[in-house]
């Protein structure tokens, strides 16, 4: 019973963010996506379970869920050298979404 109540409050949840998508300021401005373009649609696509669409549309978007989790934990559990951890991940993280925006730029 448990699991059919998460799965019909995902399936609204993931109605409710379809139709609530927030529009980019920096593409309404410009014209050009900006990085963080497309983390939305991902995002609904991850909960959805759809693991590759979710990587197509935005490779960065499990990364950066893993870091908002990573740093989460290290700061709720003190962890040692927690400021070094969180520096080192978001650096990673950060090099792999400029790096996945300019092959979204330049090569796609």
């Known amino acids: 019973m448990f699991i059919l109540f998460i799965f019909c409050s995902s399936i609204n ?25 497309g983390f939305q649609r991902s995002f ?6 759809d693991l590759s669409k979710s990587w197509s549309l935005y490779p960065p ?3 950066l869920l893993l870091l908002f989790i990573a740093v989460g934990l290290f700061y709720k559990f003190q962890i040692n050298q927690r400021h070094l951890l969180s520096k080192i991940l978001i650096i990673a993280v950060g090099n792999f979404v400029m790096v996945s925006y300019l092959y979204k730029v ?3």
């Open 13 to 37: 949840l993931v109605d409710w963010l379809q139709n609530h998508l927030i529009s980019c300021p920096f593409k309404a401005l410009t014209g050009i996506d900006c990085p963080g373009c």
């Open 106 to 108: 330049f090569i796609r």
């Open 61 to 63: 978007t499990i990364p």
């Open 44 to 49: 609904i696509a991850l909960v959805q379970g």
